[in-house]
Every structure is written in C-alpha cells, then in structure tokens.
C-alpha cells in the first residue's frame, strides 16, 4: 500500500512540474508595435497619432499647421516598420499613409504621409516627429525635429 501512495504523490509531482515547463506553455504572442501620443512640432503645429502594427486600418493621424491653413487626416496606415538601428538607439517607428487635406469649402485633396515618430523616454531629450506630406504634383511639406510639447510613446 505504501509504494501505491509513494507512485501517486511522484505521478503529481510529475505533472505538476511537467505542466508548468516551458515546452509545455503556449508560446506568448509577440507585443505588436504600436506608436501613441501627439503634441506640438518643431514649426508649432498640432499633431496627434495612433498607429498598430497589427491594425493598421484602424489607425489615426491628424496635423494642424501653426497658422491653421495645412489641416491633415489620415483614416488608417498603408505600413508600420520598427525603426532598427545598428548601436542601441531609443524607440522609433516609420509609418506611411494615404491622407487627405481638409480645406475651405471642405475641400479635400489626396496626400502622402511618411513619418518617423522617436520616443527617447524621460530623458533630457525630447521625443521627436520628422513627418513629410508630398502633394499629387510631387511637391511636399516637411516639419522635422525635436517635439516642442507633448509625449510619444513606441512600443
């Protein structure tokens, strides 16, 4: 009867350990990347983004120049990229998307945006936004650098 009871607890033992090994969990799903916030450009104007790897319909990005007359929205991404460097560098992501420009008269006009959004944390070093609109003539506007306001998340 004892070596019935001693096979028992080492059978649980057994699985209790067998379960919780490695090869036995499910393989965690890979965080999706996705780049968060807005705030204020370089040139003063007004930006918001909210970007998935893994939906990129679903995405957002809205620009409003300093004097109110460039205003751009784009309903969904065309493509999401982890920006990857060769020496360790901070967060960052590239996204591209087919926008419209809203203007007087709700007129609204087809533009590209290709964007990189720099998430350098809570360091002395601000978070940055170097977007680019190029208009269907080939002409474009870029507003680059270091955020004047605001937060950026990449993750």
Known sequence: MRRHHVFAAGVSVALLL???SPAMAKPAKAPAGRVTG???TQAGAHFSV???QDRLAKG???YESAD?????????FDSYSPVVYITVGPPAAHVKASCVTRGPHHSRTP???DATFV????????????????RQDGSSVSDSGAIRSGNIQVR
């Open 18 to 20: 067998g379960g919780m």
């Open 38 to 40: 807005g705030g204020v």
């Open 50 to 52: 909210d970007a998935r």
């Open 60 to 62: 957002h990005f809205n």
């Open 68 to 76: 109110r007359q460039f205003r751009v929205r784009c309903d969904g």
């Open 111 to 113: 533009v590209s945006l």
């Open 119 to 134: 998430d350098n944390g809570s360091s002395p070093k601000t978070d940055e936004a170097n977007l680019t609109f190029t």
